[in-house]
């Protein structure tokens, strides 16, 4: 890691080393000689980075959960029909979950809601997915937005598990919002 880099970009490199040794080793086998081996970088150098190997893995749920929040926010601004724009919120969930459970059965770690390390990021993860989509149930002209949204969530979490949940989240979706909001485009 060069010295001209700015801090951000060192960070990156940890919590990018930190994501390839959680895939390979899970947040318990995982060190922090492993994360500094795997960024190319010295102990101390991560260490200036993260307090820990705690912290480097709740800045790294952090951001892949941040990363899901801000694909669904574009999604929900964009000028698109309302069931479109609620599709593809949906999409920015399930994709999060798929993308972790794909790359190691250890990455789905970060999503675990329990977890003492991760259980806060993923409350107000589905927390602010959840007002997106209420924000979206409205102008939608659905009659329970609050309601709507959580069966919304519910059936991506449904679908989390089956190995052809991104064939099924459009066609489910279609059906659900068919029920909520009415036809659509």
């Excluded at 890691?1 to 947040?27: F, N, Q, W």
């Excluded at 329970?144 to 919304?152: N, V």
Aim: aromatic residues 4%.
């Amino acid at each position: 890691m060069s010295e001209d880099r700015p801090t951000g970009d060192r960070l990156t490199v940890v919590l990018d080393a930190a994501y390839t040794c959680l895939t390979k080793y899970g947040v318990r086998r995982t060190t922090m000689d492993d994360i500094a081996g795997e960024a190319g970088v010295s102990r101390s150098a991560v260490y200036l980075q993260v307090r820990n190997k705690d912290d480097a893995f709740r800045r790294l749920a952090e951001r892949l959960h941040q990363q899901a929040l801000d694909r669904a926010r574009r999604a929900a601004a964009a000028d698109a029909p309302p069931a479109a724009r609620i599709r593809d919120i949906l999409v920015a969930k399930l994709d999060l979950v798929l993308a972790l459970v794909g790359d190691s059965p250890h990455a789905a770690e970060l999503l675990d809601s329990k977890a003492r390390l991760f259980g806060d990021i993923c409350h107000a993860f589905t927390a602010e997915l959840r007002t997106i989509l209420v924000d979206q149930f409205t102008l939608a002209g659905a009659a329970h937005p609050d309601q709507a949204a959580d069966i919304a969530i519910t059936l991506v979490i449904g679908l989390e598990t089956r190995p052809d949940a991104a064939e099924l989240l459009a066609p489910a979706t279609d059906a659900l919002l068919r029920g909520l909001i009415g036809p659509h485009d």
